[in-house]
RNA sequence: GGAGAGAUGCCCGAGUGGCUAAAGGGGGCAGACUGUAAAUCUGUUGGCUUGCGCCUACGGUGGUUCGAAUCCACCUCUCUCCA
């Protein structure tokens, strides 16, 4: 193993965009003794196999995991399969449950497939933490306990807030960050990554390994993202997220909607531009506000689907909602459905092509003008079509069927 | 173990016997305006229904009543204080 750039470059290249380093004397410590016995760091992540898809929300960490794997650090992708199979009790309605081996498999092979389009999964390792957590005793979880009290668990964010809002917080909910700290000690981790919001978790990694007589982990902690809203946090249960399994068209309209505050986030955070780069852009912004967003949007779009088929999302967004074009996406998904002898309303169209989700969102729809049918605005729910009928339904802005009667 | 408080629609939260499908806010959706942005304004937001109307809903199960989210009993869960 070689390292082509010299301790302080790469301090350098992998504390930029950070939202925090704990340490950086200590971070260049140990890249400058890895640089002299040519042994890589250990780097390690930390996935939750509950959800498996991946958004540009988790990008985010695993760019940065890329820049150390091209440094040539050692890289451990960690899933947290024990935690998974245990489930979550906290809060009555959202109990999270426990998952099976199997489902636990199966979105473990999902993930590789979606990290492996930003990490190169060949050099880097695999690891699931049910390996060790599930040989521990009941005499090793005490002992781990005790490493830590609970004044400090309250410390957390989370924890403080909840519990001054006495909401309930379960006992083994103060285990998740003496596991995933317990995670650094058994990986011996070098470095951890981690979000913003896994501070904490990710220095009681530290604490641990200093009680089980390991050198502290360095945290690095990158910004969490905001969604596509501008205001949360990009998460799937919001829905404000982009999937990187998104179409190619749906990622260039979603990146297209963000607010424009968010631009020079989603640059700094999504892609891989250096920071004349980056200030140029930033520059360029008020003067150019869309051009700038389309390029970012095709950006990004390219980087996860290649710059072809960017293009055409491009190309498609332009079609449907610019001055030129026609309205219409390229493909609409199309349904054949048999129409009765005395025809079918409009209404019940919309609700069994799943266009309005019950029959008072369709009233609705149509009442407030949500409703195009071959492009032309329809509110008249009763309006009935017979077999031999095609026709574009448009509901909102972006929801489009082509329904043939049959 | 003892004493007290509480559980309402996607979320927060008002409501103490009929006028309550349930105030208000948030969120969502739609429209206007735009750059499919933000901000703003407007409308809308349980299900079935063109409509009349019907059904389901205020932690659970029973009960009182012509009538209950509202009263009673028991149960489940949460919080607070004391031990």
Redesign the pocket.
Known sequence: MKFSATPKEQLEIVSTGAADVVSHDELLKKLEKSYETNTPLTIKLGADPSAPDIHLGHTVVLQKMRQFQSLGHQVVFLIGDFTGRIGDPTG??KTRPALSEEEIRLNAETYKAQVGKILDLDKAKIVFNSEWLEKMTFADVLKLSAQYTVARMLERDDFEKR?KS????SVVEFMYPLMQGYDSVALHADVELGGQDQTFNLLVGRELQRAYGQAPQVTITMPILEGL??KEKMSKSL??YVGINDEPSQM??KI??????LMIKYYELLTDLSVSELKAIKEEIPNR??EV?MRLARQITAQYHGSEAANNAEAE?EK???KTGDGLPENIEEVELSAPAEGV?L??LL?VTELA?????A???L????IKVNQIKETN??KTYNSGDELIVQ?????FKKIILK
């Not at 989700?357 to 969102?361: I, R, W, Y």
Request: aromatic share 8%; no cysteine; proline share 6%.
């Open positions: 009555k309605k519990f006495q909401t309930p917080i809203d501008g829905g404000n260039y309209g297209l909607s963000i607010p424009d505050e506000p869309k967003k967004f449907i909602f610019g309303t209404q019940k609700t989700s019950s029959g008072g969102e009233r609705r729809l009442q407030q003008g949500g729910g009763q509901a909102g802005k972006r929801n």
